[in-house]
């Protein structure tokens, strides 16, 4: 196992499907304990990049999750993975849900308790998923992958369909998360998510504009906020 400061590290990692480059040679690293944002419109890659790193991809290239080739098998448990759609089960209430997912991976039930309260689904606990708004089934996912107090989180777009109030609440959470030494990884197509990022990732087409911190895209690009800065970059690479 190679011990190193960033959580995630990649070179030349490519993915293809049917013969066309999803992912094209990306050259990238994840610092341990922050948050970087993975930006970029629909179709860039994002869920796909998301989903190599988790290990359900398969991928040419180098790729190294928490010290380990991505997907091995010792990463199952130091991954939370959170899916644009709700991966929870309808029929069962959230705290059914919590308990099940919490017993795979062995955690106690004052481990569930607590991640209720990290996404304010204390209220809801008692009901089904099924008659939950999407914003709250959103929350169940999130809830699911902090079970086990995993040391990487992938969120692949986890606040969207929210309000803004609770928005901020969550990126509260992650703040505090990393904080407590976490590192995550947050996709958006929202540029103003970005702003709370200190590290970004700028995929477009399947290739990396920047990898960097967000301060230092803003001065290379002479830009006062991400969204500018990321039309400059496009820009200067059609130059």
Request: contains cysteine; hydrophobic residues 40%.
């Amino acid at each position: 196992m190679l011990m190193t400061s960033f959580s995630i590290s990649a070179a030349d990692l490519t993915v293809k499907k049917d013969k066309k480059v999803i992912l094209d040679a990306l050259h990238f690293e994840v610092p341990s304990g922050s948050i970087t944002g993975l930006i970029g419109p629909s179709g860039s890659g994002k869920t796909t990049l998301m989903r190599t790193i988790v290990g359900v991809q398969k991928y040419y290239g180098l790729l190294g999750v928490l010290g380990e080739e991505a997907g091995h098998k010792s990463l199952r448990r130091k991954i939370g993975y959170v899916t644009q759609a709700p991966a929870v089960y309808p029929d069962l209430t959230v705290a059914q849900n919590l308990q099940y997912f919490g017993a795979l991976v062995g955690v106690k039930r004052k481990s569930v308790e607590k991640v209720i309260g990290q996404v304010r689904l204390e209220r809801q606990k008692n009901q089904l998923v099924e008659s939950l708004s999407g914003g709250q089934k959103a929350r169940v996912s999130l809830a699911v992958a902090l079970l086990g107090a995993p040391e990487l989180l992938v969120l692949d777009e986890p606040t969207v369909g929210l309000d803004p109030v609770l928005r901020n609440e969550l990126w509260n959470l992650f703040a505090d998360l990393a904080e407590h030494g976490k590192t995550l990884l947050i996709s958006s197509h929202v540029m103003d998510e970005a702003e709370r990022c200190e590290n970004l990732m700028l995929l477009r087409d399947g290739k990396l504009l920047w990898n960097d911190t967000r301060e230092k895209l803003l001065h290379y690009t002479d830009q006062k906020d991400v969204g500018r800065a990321f039309v400059a970059m496009i820009e200067k690479r059609e130059k």
